[in-house]
């Protein structure tokens, strides 16, 4: 596990927001993973069973600029880590095109700065809400940092959806849904080890099956329009 702290970020902010006692339980767990700052406390929470993100306590706020600076300088310490999962799936994951401008603040998985990257089968995605039901063998992958308020960045996990073929699993519309530590170990796969731990992608992911096919794609804001995504 590395912590690299950015020195050019100024001292603490004062602005943040008190965290709710939720986020409060789940900012606790992570002692587990190393994924947050000193400050958590240790408190029994249902680590087997998450129904929602292990949630970052006090993300420190980033503009988008230095966003992708903090990210520049972390990014291949990141896939480096991710890369010991030897996940077939991701093993040329640094030649995917990335569809966010900058990283950006994902709340729905636990207020960490994450980038959303496609693999070429799926390079649809980049049509966004037009991109149609995705081909077996398409995956979308979100990596993920915390930058807490002290200005200390750490990887966290990275976010993986591959389309398996019809079949694989009716629940989640034959998406397989993985998370990976940033130390590359499993935390959990649809069907696989740990499947319980993933369950709860499914439940946010599917409430836009009818729509866009359990893809939520890129905020607005962010999105970067490739050419070649026909
Ligand atoms: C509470 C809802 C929610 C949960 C739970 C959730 N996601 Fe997401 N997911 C989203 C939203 C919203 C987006 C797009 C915007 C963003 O990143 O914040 C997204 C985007 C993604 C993407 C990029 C593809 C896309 O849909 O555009 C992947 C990959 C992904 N999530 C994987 C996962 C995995 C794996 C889990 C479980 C470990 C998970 N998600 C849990 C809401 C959720």
Redesign the pocket.
């Known amino acids: 596990m590395w912590v690299l702290r950015d020195k050019n970020l100024a001292p603490a902010l004062s602005t943040q927001c008190q965290p709710s006692a939720r986020a409060l339980l789940f900012a606790a767990a992570l002692s587990f993973s190393a994924l947050q700052a000193s400050s958590a406390q240790a408190q029994s929470v249902d680590l087997t069973h998450p129904d929602?993100?292990f949630t970052v306590r006090q993300p420190r706020v980033l503009d988008a600029t230095e966003a992708l600076a903090v990210y520049q300088n972390v990014r291949a310490r990141m896939f480096a880590g991710y890369g010991g999962a030897r996940n077939p799936a991701i093993a040329d994951l640094d030649e995917w095109p990335v569809y966010n401008s900058a990283p950006?603040l994902?709340?729905?998985?636990g207020q960490r700065y994450?980038n959303?990257y496609?693999n070429p089968k799926a390079r649809a995605?980049g049509r966004y809400e037009e991109a149609g039901p995705m081909p077996v063998g398409a995956v979308?992958?979100?990596d993920s940092f915390t930058v807490t308020s002290q200005g200390d960045v750490f990887a966290a996990?990275l976010?993986?959806?591959e389309k398996m073929p019809a079949g694989f699993n009716q629940a989640s519309h034959d998406w397989r849904?993985?998370?990976i530590m940033p130390d590359g170990s499993l935390?959990?796969v649809t069907k696989g080890e740990g499947s319980e731990?993933?369950a709860?992608?499914i439940?946010?992911?599917e409430?836009?099956e009818e729509s866009h096919h359990?893809?939520?794609?890129?905020?607005e804001e962010y999105r970067i329009e490739l050419l070649d995504s026909q």
């Open positions: 929602q993100h950006y994902s709340a729905t998985h994450v959303n496609a995605y979308l992958a979100k996990a976010f993986l959806m849904y993985t998370m935390f959990g731990r993933v709860f992608c439940t946010c992911h409430a836009v359990q893809m939520f794609f890129v905020p």
